[in-house]
Each structure stands twice: as C-alpha cells, then as structure tokens.
C-alpha cells in the first residue's frame, strides 16, 4: 500500500484505535456485508454504494423474516423475490457514513468488493468491532 493515495473505504480498530484496512474505492463503486443473523439463522446479506462521498445502504437481502430482521418497508423502498427465494428490500438509500459492525464469534461476516471477498473474523478477529468510513488516504 506505500505510495498509495486516493478514496477509500477504510476500516477502522474502535476499541483500540489505527486502520484494520483500505481499499481503493471510487464514487459510484458498491460493497457488500454477508452475515448469518443471530436470531433467525438465516443469512443477510447489506449493499452499499459510495455516494458522494459518503456510504450509503441501498438493499438488504434476507432468506427469512424474523426477529430483528426489517418487517415493513419505508416510504419508497420495494421489495423484490430472486430467483433463489430472497427477499430483496431495494431503494433504501440510508447514509451509513461511520457505520460499526461486531464480527461475529459463532459465524464469519464477509466483506465482498468487486469479486473479492473478505473474512472480516481472519482481518480483524472475532467479536471485532469495525467502523466503515469512506476517506481520502496516503500510504
């Protein structure tokens, strides 16, 4: 990464501070956070997209409803089936900008950019609690 500039979405070490990782990401470029809800078992799967320099969630796939899980839809989201009998919650464009997730200690969350996917469990370590900010770096 040395010699590296530019946006990206940055992974941040809250409780004891410094960067697990960056990744070079443009306006306009999505990721994605797979995990297996606590409650329901099932996996989740969230969509963001860098939007105008801020990251924004724009769907959320379930397999199954249940506790903890979104049961109506706001004002001008839809709900869409896949092919595999997801359900998709699209057009929620929510600002997400400094987000925390907890990695999980029973199953892995994975962070996909592009075809990349990353275990957040092997980068960051179980029960991790990692902030998503989208900054300018210099390596």
Known sequence: MKGDYGYHLV???????????????????SFSVEFIHSVNKSPVV???????GEI??????????GAGVQTELNEGETLTYGEDGSMIVGNIHQNREGMVYRVGT?????L??????????????????????YEFRLF
């Not at 969230?46 to 105008?52: A, S």
């Not at 029973?106 to 994975?110: L, M, T």
Request: glycine residues 8%; proline residues 2%; hydrophobic residues 40%.
């Open 106 to 110: 029973v199953s892995d969350h994975i």
């Open 11 to 29: 992974l941040h070490d809250v409780e004891r501070g410094g960067v697990f990782a960056a990744y070079p990401m443009e306006e306009g470029d």
């Open 56 to 65: 924004f969630v724009e769907e959320t796939i379930y397999y199954h409803f």
């Open 46 to 52: 969230d969509v963001y997209r860098i939007f105008e």
């Open 112 to 133: 996909t950019i592009g075809q990349t996917q990353i275990s957040l469990r092997d980068l960051c370590g179980k029960n991790a609690a990692v902030r998503f900010n």
